[in-house]
C-alpha cells in the first residue's frame, strides 16, 4: 500500500524517492519557506539533524597575550571562583615556540554537526532552543560517562570535565552563567569577549568556515 502511494506521488511530482534522497546527500543549511525549516541542518537521506547555533566566537591568536583573563572571567561567572581546570575556553602557551605558535585560544566551535552531542547516551547535550540553540549540557541529564569529552575531536576536548561535581560541562556562550548579572547567550555579552584586554576574542551571528581553523581563527587586527 506504502509503495502504491509512493509511485502516485512520484507520478504528480515528477521527483521519486531515490533521487530527493540523493539531491539530500550533502550537508546543507535549510532555508525553507515561511522560516519552516530556517536555521535547521540536513544531513544525509533528508534527514533534520538539529538546528544551527545562532552564535560562535571567534579568535585572533597574533592578538592573544596569553593573560588568561578569559580563561578567569569564564570560570568566575560560571562556578563562582576563578579556577583554570574549570574554564571552557583554553589559553595554551608553548614557552618552545616562536610567535604567533607560542600562543594560541581553543574556544568551542558550537560545531553544525556536534559529535559532543551525537555521543551522549541520556541526550543531555541538546541545542538549547530558549537560548538561540546554542550546544548546552543539561546537568540533570548527565550521569559522567565523558562521552563528549572524549568524542570532541579538537584537542583539548571542548567539552570539559567538572572534577569538583563530576559532570560534563561546554561553552554555551553564557547563556546560563549564574555569577554573572549581565544577559549572556547570542542575543546577549560573552565573559570572555567582554574581559579580553586587547580584543582577540569576537562573537559572531554569522556561521563560521568548518573545515580546520580558518572559519574560527580569524585577523581581528583590522
Given at each position: ?106 574556544q568551542c566551535r558550537q560545531c553544525l554537526d556536534p559529535a559532543c552531542v551525537k555521543a551522549c547516551p541520556e541526550g543531555a547535550l541538546t541545542a538549547d532552543p530558549e537560548h538561540g540553540n546554542v550546544r ?87
Open positions: 500500500m506504502n509503495n502504491q502511494k509512493e509511485r502516485k506521488a512520484e507520478k504528480n511530482t515528477g521527483i521519486s524517492r531515490r533521487h530527493f534522497l540523493k539531491l539530500s546527500r550533502d550537508v546543507v543549511v535549510g532555508i525553507g519557506a515561511g522560516g519552516v525549516l530556517t536555521n535547521i541542518l540536513w544531513v544525509n537521506k533528508g534527514i533534520a539533524a538539529i538546528p544551527v547555533s545562532e552564535g560562535y566566537l571567534l579568535v585572533d591568536v597574533k592578538k592573544c597575550q596569553g593573560c588568561i583573563s578569559c580563561m578567569l572571567a569564564c570560570s568566575l561567572v560560571h562556578e563562582g571562583a576563578e579556577n583554570l581546570s574549570l574554564s571552557r575556553i583554553q589559553v595554551m602557551q608553548d614557552s618552545f615556540q616562536k610567535w604567533p605558535d607560542d600562543v594560541t585560544i581553543e548546552r549540557v543539561c546537568r540533570a541529564k548527565c550521569v559522567g560517562c565523558m562521552a563528549c569529552v572524549e568524542a570532541c575531536p579538537y584537542p583539548p576536548s571542548r567539552a570539559i570535565w567538572n572534577f569538583q561535581e563530576d559532570y560534563a560541562q561546554k561553552c554555551d556562550l553564557c547563556a546560563d552563567a549564574p555569577f554573572w548579572e549581565d544577559k549572556g547567550g547570542p542575543d546577549g555579552k560573552q565573559a570572555c569577549v567582554e574581559v579580553c584586554p586587547v580584543g582577540a576574542i569576537k562573537f559572531t551571528k554569522e556561521i563560521p568556515t568548518q573545515k580546520g581553523d580558518k572559519g574560527y581563527k580569524v585577523n581581528l587586527r583590522g
